[in-house]
T-cell receptor, first 119, second 114 residues
Framework: AQTVTQSQPEMSVQEAETVTLSCTYDTSESNYYLFWYKQPPSRQMILVIRQEAYKQQNATENRFSVNFQKAAKSFSLKISDSQLGDTAMYFCAFMKHGLAASGTYKYIFGTGTRLKVLA | DAGVTQSPTHLIKTRGQQVTLRCSPKSGHDTVSWYQQALGQGPQFIFQYYEEEERQRGNFPDRFSGHQYPNYSSELNVNALLLGDSALYLC?????????????FGEGSRLTVL
């Protein structure tokens, strides 16, 4: 069975600084996705960044980037130039590769890291 | 373009009662999944529906059941409510032929069981 571990329950960062959130996972699958989702207070969860396991290049989305270490089963999120709007709960998630219709769109989430950006 | 919508947003029930939560997927999506998020925890997968059939189920008892309608909307039913069922219930949708892995989430229905 797959597991996802986020070892930092809470973190804080000064506005405009850089912060890294950690995530480790365990799986015997060779083809899978990893995600970081952001859940602002009382708002819906939205995708921050996505990584396909077969791609060696680390994904980037504007101020967000990941450090994907497949052998170490590590998937950390780096947020550069932190903004007040980045304050949220961040979840790391794992999913086996496949089509949604086949029923494989089952996320395994970590317990989350609460990030607070300080003015 | 409407995103995933869920109703009700909040509700309070007592132990032993039954509850029905509703979800309309994002426009163009035909696959719906349900997750339970207890306070301070990550979401846990309940089940996924496609073509009105349950395609996969997580480790939840039979008290949790669901349905998907021809218009792709979905319901989550929980019978014989327990205090431990108090949680935020999230609906997520996707397109069945997608292989990007991305799910689109609603804001959730917060259930409190007293």
């Amino acid at each position: 069975a797959q597991t996802v571990t986020q070892s930092q329950p809470e973190m804080s960062v000064q506005e405009a600084e850089t912060v890294t959130l950690s995530c480790t996972y365990d799986t015997s699958e060779s083809n899978y996705y990893l995600f970081w989702y952001k859940q602002p207070p009382s708002r819906q969860m939205i995708l921050v960044i996505r990584q396909e396991a077969y791609k060696q290049q680390n994904a980037t989305e504007n101020r967000f980037s990941v450090n994907f270490q497949k052998a170490a089963k590590s998937f950390s999120l780096k947020i550069s130039d932190s903004q007040l709007g980045d304050t949220a709960m961040y979840f790391c998630a794992f999913m086996k590769h496949g089509l949604a219709a086949s029923g494989t769109y089952k996320y395994i989430f970590g317990t989350g890291t609460r990030l607070k950006v300080l003015a | 373009d409407a995103g995933v919508t869920q109703s009700p947003t909040h509700l309070i029930k007592t132990r032993g009662q039954q509850v029905t939560l509703r979800c309309s997927p994002k426009s163009g999506h035909d696959t719906v999944s349900w997750y339970q998020q207890a306070l301070g925890q990550g979401p846990q997968f309940i089940f996924q529906y496609y073509e009105e059939e349950e395609r996969q189920r997580g480790n939840f008892p039979d008290r949790f059941s669901g349905h998907q309608y021809p218009n792709y909307s979905s319901e989550l039913n929980v019978n014989a409510l327990l205090l431990g069922d108090s949680a935020l219930y999230l609906c997520a949708s996707s397109w069945g032929h997608s292989n990007t892995g991305e799910l689109f989430f609603g804001e959730g229905s917060r259930l409190t069981v007293l």
